[in-house]
């Protein structure tokens, strides 16, 4: 069974780092798109960053030069590094995997999420 599971939340300073993963564990899938996405409170799930199996990076308007998406491909585990961090990145950070199975059917799955907090 595939579970994606995303870490490295927390509660940081503005300005302040944080790295989150999204590992994804199972058994016969290859990734084809990890994609991190945020949700504040009272507002709409936003694409942050996506990365494609080729290398393919986008970014948010809003995190661009703050921000930076990559991946290990051996461990199927994807990373969000976030520097400069301000009070409005605030959300529960959210990990997508579309992973793609032998029979070359492409799934989402999503990870639960994880709280970041910009608050000093």
């Known amino acids: 069974q595939v579970q994606v599971v995303e870490s490295g939340g927390g509660l940081v300073q503005p300005g302040g780092s944080l790295k989150l993963s999204c590992a994804a564990s199972?058994?016969?899938?290859?990734?084809?798109?990890i994609g991190w996405y945020r949700q504040a409170p009272g507002k709409q799930r936003e694409l942050v960053a996506g990365?494609?199996?080729?290398?393919?990076?986008n970014y948010a308007d809003s995190v661009k030069g703050r921000v930076t998406i990559s991946k290990d491909n051996a461990e199927n585990t994807a990373y969000l590094q976030m520097n400069s961090l301000k009070p409005e990145d605030t959300a529960v950070y959210y990990c997508?995997?579309?992973?793609?199975?032998?029979?070359?059917?492409?799934?989402?799955?999503w990870g639960q999420g994880t709280q970041v907090t910009v608050s000093s």
């Open positions: 199972g058994s016969g899938f290859s990734i084809d798109v």
């Open positions: 990365i494609t199996s080729g290398g393919k990076i």
């Open positions: 997508s995997a579309d992973l793609r199975n032998a029979a070359g059917y492409v799934f989402r799955y």
